[in-house]
């Protein structure tokens, strides 16, 4: 799928999010190495702490399909900017992807390019527990 016609899906999801007390919608879609799409919108509770950001959905409908393998996560928000991961979707896009391409949207349709590892450098990985395989 071309990025134009991920932009527009974006969109859509994006107005999908459930966003009730912030009022801050984002969309995700994250592409496996085959090219398989999965697709999330933030999911807020009343209990902030329970929300949950589409980058996540997205990777963990991936996850638990089976899906190991990702190349790019798109992201498209409310915002007028172009918005990156929060920590917590960084440091999942790094444990479970640590090649990912991150493409952020701004509202026109214009993109922003970068490495997990741009957007977290010195991360935390499982190579860093003892007795995780390497």
């Known amino acids: 799928m071309a990025t134009r016609q991920i932009f527009l899906v974006l969109k859509k999801i994006r107005n999908s999010a459930i966003a009730p007390y912030s009022k801050f919608r984002v969309g995700s879609v994250l592409k496996t190495a085959n090219g398989k799409l999965y697709s ?7 209990s902030y702490g329970l929300t949950i950001c589409a ?3 997205a990777l963990f409908k991936a996850l638990s399909e089976g899906e190991r393998k990702f190349s790019e996560i798109h992201i498209l928000a409310d915002s007028g900017d172009f918005c990156p991961p929060c920590g917590a979707c960084r440091q999942l896009l790094m444990d ?4 990912i391409r ?10 922003k390019y ?4 741009d957007l977290l450098p010195e991360a935390f990985t499982p190579a860093q527990l003892s007795g995780v395989p390497k």
């Open 55 to 57: 980058e996540r959905v």
């Open 40 to 46: 999330g919108h933030n999911i807020e509770s009343s």
């Open 102 to 111: 991150i493409v952020l949207y701004n509202q026109n349709g214009d993109k």
């Open 96 to 99: 479970f992807a640590p090649e």
């Open 114 to 117: 970068f490495r997990i590892s």
